[in-house]
C-alpha cells in the first residue's frame, strides 16, 4: 500500500492485525498522499513507524503545497464526497468530507515500544495524534512543538518519563491534552494555553506539580514539594472504608473512658435493677468485661 499514489485515508482500526511497522521501506516515498492513518486497537508490535513520519508529505506543509494535493477531478470528488468515522478529541465521529487540511494520526491501543521519535515533529501540518495506550516509554520529544497546527494530542496510558517539554506552550491551537497515566516529574509548564487543561490531563502521574494540580512546587528547582500533611498521611496505615489509626485510636479511647466511668457508677451506686436480676450472681468487675465485649464485637 505504500506506492499507491492516491491513497489519501487508511483506516484498519478495531481488528487483530499485528507485525512490525518499522520495518525498512519498499518505497522512496511511502504514503506520500496519506491524510488519514488510523489502525487502533490492534496488536502491532515495534517501535512507531519513523520512516513514515520523515515521509508524509501531505501532513507537512500543507498550506504551502496545498495546490498540489488536487490534481485531478478524481482527487476533487474524493475530498468532497468521502465517509468515515473515526476518533477525535475523545469522540467517535462521522465524516462526510476530507478537507484538504485535515490530518490525523491513530496509533493508539496496540502495543507499540520504545520512544516517541523526534521526527515527528516534521509532521507539522498534523492536526490530530493519538500514540495513548501503548508501552512507550522515554521523554516527550521537544519537536511536537513543531506541529504548530496541532488540535488533539493523546500520550495517555503508556510509561513515559522525565518532563513536559515547554517547547509544547507553542501548541497555542491545542484544545486537547491528555498525558495521564505516564510517569512525568517537574512542574507543569505554564501558559494561556495549557491554563485551559484540567486536573484529568495529567492525573496518574504522581511526581508532577504545579497548576492545576494541588501539588505544590518547590520554587529553585520546579521538583515537586509535598505539604507536611501529605507525607503525614503516607506513613499513616489505612484501614478499610477510609478508617485510619486516629479513627481507630479515637473510638478506642471513647469506649474506655465510658466503660470505666459506668464501672465507677456501678460500684460507688449499687447495681442496677436490670443488672441485678438477671446477673446477680456475676461480680461488679465482671460487669466492666461485659460491656466491653458488647461494645466491641
Known sequence: ???????????????????????????????????????????????????????????????????????????????????????????????????????????????????????????????????????????????????????SLDLSSNKLDGRIPSELTRLTFLAKLNLSMNNLVGQIPQSTQFSTFENDSYVGNLRLCGVPLTRKCNEENGQQMRPEEEEEDDEEYGFIDGFGWRSVVMGYGSGIIVGIGFGCWIIRFGRPRWFTTRNSHIHNTSYITVFFENRYV
Open 1 to 151: 500500500m505504500e506506492a499507491l499514489p492516491k491513497l489519501r485515508v487508511l483506516i484498519l482500526k478495531s481488528n487483530k492485525f499485528d507485525g512490525n511497522m518499522s520495518l525498512p521501506s519498499r518505497s522512496n516515498l511511502p504514503f506520500q498522499k496519506l491524510q488519514v492513518l488510523d489502525i487502533s486497537d490492534n496488536e502491532f508490535v515495534g517501535s512507531l513507524p519513523q520512516t513514515y513520519f520523515k515521509n508524509f508529505r501531505a501532513m507537512m506543509d500543507v498550506k504551502e503545497n496545498k495546490t498540489d494535493l488536487i490534481t485531478s477531478n478524481d482527487d476533487y470528488f474524493f475530498l468532497r464526497y468521502v465517509e468515515m468515522r473515526i476518533t477525535l478529541k475523545g469522540l467517535d465521529q462521522l465524516l462526510t468530507r476530507l478537507l484538504e487540511a485535515f490530518t490525523t494520526i491513530d496509533l493508539s491501543s496496540n502495543n507499540f515500544c520504545g520512544s516517541i521519535p523526534d521526527s515527528i515533529g516534521n509532521l507539522n501540518s498534523l492536526r490530530y495524534l493519538n500514540l495513548s495506550h501503548n508501552n512507550l516509554m522515554g521523554h516527550i520529544p521537544a519537536s511536537l512543538g513543531n506541529i504548530s497546527v496541532l488540535e
